[in-house]
Each structure stands twice: as C-alpha cells, then as structure tokens.
C-alpha cells in the first residue's frame, strides 16, 4: 500500500483466508493498493477517503496467470532394429563379448569367445569334448547359444567370420528362454556395397614348440596348418548383399605306441618299461 501524497509504503502478507490489515499513523488522504500472488496476474487499484474515516476497506479478486501455448506438432521417424545392432539391452544383464584379446587359435572358438566376458570361466573340453563356459558356477550344460535369436548347435565358426556377440546372465528376461546360466547370442554382420577380401593363415611347428622330455616322448607336440579368410560386397547395390567365411585346416600328431614310445614316455603314462618287455616277449614267445 502506497499513499498518493507522501509515497509512503507498508506491505504486508494476507492470511489463509486472503485477509489482510495495513497501519499507517497519522495517515491521511487516498492509497495506492498492489495485490500480488504467484500464479495470479497482479493488481492496482486506488481507494479513496470520502470522509474523516479511520478504516478503509481494500478488496481484490485476482486471476490466476494460465499461459496458453499453441499446438506443436513433432514429426520423427521410427528407428528401426537391425542384424547389426550390438547395442547391449537397457535392463544391464547383458555384455557385449570383446575378442580382442583372444590368441589365433581361440578365434572363431564360442566358448572361449563366451568366456573373454568378466566372471565367466572357459570350461575347457575332454575326451574330444567341444569347450564350453561356466556362469555363477553352472555346468555348461546350462548354458545356451543362438545365432541371431534362433538355436544355434555349434561350438566353433571360421575364425575370420564377421559376426560380433553379446552374453545375456539373467535367466529373468521373458523374450529368453531355454538356459539357467549364460546365452550367447551372435549376430552375422551383413556386407555392404564395398567389397571386401581377407585372409589369415596360422602355422605350428613342433621345432617351434617348447616342453618337457615327457611330453615329448609322448607325442605332445604337434604340426599345425589353418587357413581362413571371408568375402563380403554387395550382390544388387543398395539392396542385398553376402558375407562369408571359411576356414580349413589339417592338425598331425606323432602316433606313440608301446613299440616306439622310450621308457621316459611310458614312465610318464604310468608304465613300467620291464612290464612292456616282459609282454612283448610273451606276444613274440
């Protein structure tokens, strides 16, 4: 409130009820009244004195301040999912597997792929057995692989294939199933409308190996040959395309027999070498 002559000014604050009371001592002649309130347009009227009152009445109603904006109409297009999306899903239970840091003769290996993911461990395999990985310390057994989403039987792909991979450890997820361990779902990557070549070859010589007298008198050491490469480009631009790998190999081992193995060889498998003589001569006698 502000007098009209002197410019004197008093504010105060209403009261739950909207209630308000101003004193000014030795006020005389007209005011000044400014009504305001957050979320309401302010107001400023004038009261006047009409005759020697004391008490002069003030009432305001205020309008709430509503801002109206215009209609705004947002037009975007829908992203759509690709083979190629490698992004890991939004709930976190799923990695994205790395190999970079897999050795030659890993590459194209799923579980040692499955098994380059932090807290997974590579299970290796026996008795011919393929590899398989353990998660939260399950059997491999419990564990799933998918090509794309679809079953996938296989434990090993060429080793230049161009697929990337992500390994799922929550069981929880409904669009999942079929596994209590780990999923490891791989996803091909698709060509495009460049060509591309490539080819890597992996040799492993017995000269070129290092181990103990046992194992070498056991055969241990061995030859190795692998020859891989992929070829991807385009099959109609800008609307289909190829990509594939291959991968051939040849592994040779010294075959060890009672006849040919010396006895540091048959005392490292358990055998005594007076027992072998003794049986051969027996099948020769």
Do not use: C, H
């Not at 009261?47 to 109206?68: S, T």
């Amino acid at each position: 409130m502000t007098t009209v002559d002197g410019g004197v000014s008093r504010v105060t604050r209403t009261d739950r009820n909207g209630r308000f009371m101003v004193t000014i001592p030795g006020g005389e002649g007209d005011y000044y009244v400014q009504v305001a309130a957050i979320g309401f347009l302010a107001k400023r009227f004038e009261i006047k004195r009409v005759a020697d009152e004391e008490i002069l009445l003030a009432d305001a109603r205020l309008n709430r301040n509503v801002a109206e904006l215009e209609a705004v109409r947002i037009n975007a297009p829908r992203d759509r999912p690709t083979r190629n999306d490698n992004t890991a899903d939004i709930g976190g239970s799923e990695k994205r597997v790395e190999t970079g840091q897999l050795t030659a003769d890993q590459m194209g290996n799923l579980a040692a792929m499955a098994a380059s993911t932090p807290g997974t461990l590579l299970v290796p395999g026996a008795d011919g057995d393929p590899s398989g990985f353990s998660v939260l310390g399950l059997s491999s057994d419990q564990n799933s692989t998918t090509l794309n989403g679809q079953n996938f039987g296989a434990s090993n792909l060429p080793r230049d294939a161009q697929v990337s991979g992500a390994l799922a450890t929550s069981p929880y997820d409904v669009s999942r199933g079929g596994f209590s361990g780990g999923n490891f779902n791989i996803r091909p990557r698709s060509g495009s409308n460049i060509a591309a070549r490539g080819m890597s070859l992996v040799l492993d010589a017995p000269a070129m190996q290092w181990t103990d007298a046992t194992a070498r008198a056991l055969g241990q050491e061995y030859g190795n040959v692998s020859l891989g490469g992929s070829v991807s480009g385009p099959i109609v631009y800008n609307a289909s395309f190829y990509n594939v790998a291959y991968q051939l190999g040849r592994r040779s081992n010294q075959l060890r027999t009672l006849l040919n193995t010396d006895p540091v060889g048959l005392q490292g498998a358990g055998i005594a070498a007076d027992s072998v003589t003794r049986l051969l001569g027996v099948l020769n006698g």
